[in-house]
């Protein structure tokens, strides 16, 4: 009975924190723990750093201009490659290694790492107004 009155009073000590907020938080989730995250860990960290912060390549975070671009660019870029004329190293082509669902969880990385601006202005780019 004793046992039975401790665990009813938390369980409600518990429910009450979680309706004021002052339940103890989960830790928010990596971008990097999603799917699109481990790719990028595991085929784009040599260029791009290992918190896409840039390096080789540019940056893929909210700091570079992945943002400016629609969703078809970024596509292209990731399949085709990137040749800037003059740059001292290429983007390769990943679309003979990355499946489009591959290359679609890279986008959705990116993007998890961008602001709400960049992302919106990124979607209307993109023609999801």
């Known amino acids: 009975m004793k046992q039975a009155?401790?665990?009813?009073?938390?369980?409600s000590l518990?429910?009450?924190?979680?309706?004021?907020?002052?339940?103890?938080?989960?830790?928010?989730?990596?971008?990097f723990d999603s799917p699109g995250g481990r790719l990028f860990l595991q085929h784009c960290t040599d260029c791009h750093g290992e918190r896409a912060q840039g390096g080789v390549g540019p940056p893929l975070d909210a700091t570079g201009h992945a943002s400016d671009h629609p969703d078809s660019e970024l596509i292209r870029g990731i399949t085709q490659g990137v040749r800037r004329p003059?740059?001292?190293?290429?983007m390769p082509a990943w679309g003979g290694r990355l499946s489009p669902r591959e290359v679609q969880q890279l986008i959705e990385f990116m993007k998890s790492l961008w602001t709400d601006d960049q992302r919106h202005v990124q979607s209307v780019l993109t023609g999801n107004k």
Do not use: K, R, W, Y
């Open 5 to 11: 009155l401790v665990n009813s009073l938390s369980l």
């Open 14 to 31: 518990v429910a009450f924190l979680g309706l004021t907020g002052c339940a103890p938080s989960q830790p928010a989730i990596s971008p």
């Open 86 to 90: 003059g740059a001292s190293a290429e």
